[in-house]
């Protein structure tokens, strides 16, 4: 058993501890050290969300975070601006348009005021956040995407593609969407034969990596619908699996062995037989979800129900997976939101930023890399991935592929101004119906302009604008009980 950094056990065969070593000492991060910011730069008196569901409940970009809250009648997410910390109010707006709570939330790379939301009521929703964040709640979204049969769990946006957005449910489907057109493009529905417990985009968004209950890891070509490599009982235990791709094209697993014990594992997709690295970290029963910096190459794992955060080195010399050191508190984390490179300081040498969810409130973490000089550390900073889209959404769905637009941080981000999201639906009756083409479009029953049809329309128009009205009515009856509550507890004091 081989103890490092900050106590926790990470057992190596002996050989390995001392290749752990030799590397250690020689990386550059070795030193990297987490500390939590004080108390009145938190966000204070937040109900996060109790649902039973393992995503992060917290999406984090260089303007806003995003927290999946408890609300009545329906589900909700909080969306404060970063400044905005201390106590949030009760009445402070919410985004609340989904009838069923809500499961996971994911910023756009390519537009800073732009959330993908999915539900237990089957949809996905895209919303656009004010440029200074919300004054009154937002029940309208920019568009609804309805496919799924059941609960969608896992949104995820294509890094280098405007507009597309990946959503996963317990249909066991997979719906790829051009969300500027409000379009299913590709509907995977038969690749998985049980529960996907998450899914990753790779580096240029040709390939996803799948974690499924069935134990297995499947990478897969989402144009062409072809399961190019898989691995059975990836972890052998039954408890959740996750998987993410690196940069070099990598996958890197977390799960369960037989006996309980977590593991973390690195496999090389062109031959899955064997793992790359296959370590045991400890028994404890929080699934791990890990954060990828490919700049950097290292692994952030936040275990849920763990109060610790746990990082490592990824690297081509064995044992490839170095533990470098763990930033622990006394809370357990109920959840935790990543931010992007493009909002660190790096005038602090701020290599990493963690918003830890509690039970009733959001701490951020920050991760520095210690150094004396005050200059420009080139070193901790390459080029990063920058909100520039590379492609547009028809030339990725028509087989084109590119890497991230990266920026310089040299003089720090200064985010820029985004451009309002559109969502111009095709009409049905002029599309010509396309031959050969390899990918099943998602069936969408077509319009007919007998009465009948329009007929239901206007019956249909009628019940959205009472489901709107429904809604807005929950809404502001949420902030009116929230108002008198507080005028309760001024009396009562």
Not at 115 to 131: H, Y
Not at 177 to 185: F, H, K, M, P, Y
Not at 256 to 262: A, D, L, P, T, V
Not at 287 to 309: A, H, M, Q
């Amino acid at each position: 058993m081989c103890q490092a950094g900050g106590g926790s056990s990470w057992r190596l065969r002996p050989a390995l501890q001392r290749g752990l070593r030799r590397v250690v000492r020689q990386s550059k991060f070795r030193h990297v050290f987490g500390q939590a910011v004080k108390n009145d730069q938190c966000y204070d008196d937040i109900r996060v969300s109790r649902v039973t569901w393992d995503s992060s409940f917290c999406a984090v970009n260089p303007r806003f975070v995003a927290i999946i809250i408890e609300a009545s009648g329906g589900g909700a997410f909080l969306v404060l601006p970063l400044h905005k910390t201390g106590r949030i109010d009760k009445s402070y707006p919410t985004v609340c348009g989904h009838t069923g709570p809500v499961l996971d939330i994911d910023w756009c790379p390519h537009n800073d005021q732009v959330i993908a939301s999915g539900s237990e009521d089957c949809t996905v929703m895209v919303w656009q956040i004010p440029e200074n964040g919300l004054t009154l709640s937002l029940t309208e979204p920019v568009v609804i995407l309805e496919g799924h049969s059941k609960r969608v769990g896992i949104v995820a946006w294509h890094p280098t593609a405007r507009n597309v957005l990946l959503s996963a449910g317990c249909d066991n489907a997979i719906i790829i969407w051009n969300v500027g057109t409000g379009e299913a493009l590709l509907n995977l529905d038969d690749m998985h034969s049980d529960m996907i417990y998450n899914v990753s985009w790779n580096r240029n968004g040709s390939l996803i990596c799948t974690a499924s209950k069935d134990k297995k890891v499947r990478v897969i070509d989402p144009r062409k619908q072809e399961i190019v490599a898989e691995k059975e009982k990836a972890h052998e235990g039954a408890r959740p699996m996750r998987a993410i791709f690196l940069a070099d094209g990598n996958v890197f697993t977390t799960g369960f062995s037989r006996m309980s014990e977590r593991q973390l594992a690195l496999w090389n997709p062109k031959n899955m037989q064997e793992p790359i690295a296959l370590h045991e970290m400890d028994t404890s029963n929080g699934v791990l979800l890990p954060f990828y910096d490919p700049d950097t190459s290292i692994i952030y794992l936040c275990g849920k129900g763990d109060s610790s955060i746990r990082y490592f080195e990824i690297t081509d010399e064995s044992p490839y997976v170095h533990y470098l050191n763990t930033f622990s508190s006394k809370e357990p984390q109920r959840g935790m939101g990543y931010m992007p490179k493009r909002g660190l300081d790096v005038n602090k040498c701020e290599i990493a930023r963690f918003f830890k969810l509690h039970e009733r409130k959001c701490e951020p973490i920050i991760m520095t890399v210690p150094r004396k000089s005050d200059l420009f550390q080139d070193d901790l900073y390459p080029d990063t991935a920058g909100p520039e889209a590379a492609l547009e959404a028809e030339e990725w769905f028509e087989g084109k592929n590119a890497d991230p637009i990266l920026i310089s941080l040299k003089h720090g981000y200064i985010p820029g101004k985004n451009r309002d999201l559109k969502v111009v639906k095709k009409n049905i009756l002029d599309s010509k119906p396309t031959a050969n083409k390899k990918c099943d479009l998602i069936s969408v029953p077509k319009k007919t302009t007998d009465t009948a049809s329009v007929q239901n329309e206007a019956k249909l128009d009628e019940i959205l604008k009472e489901i709107k009205s429904i809604k807005d009515t929950i809404c502001n009856q949420d902030e009116r009980i929230s108002k008198l509550e507080q005028q309760m507890a001024k009396i009562a004091a």
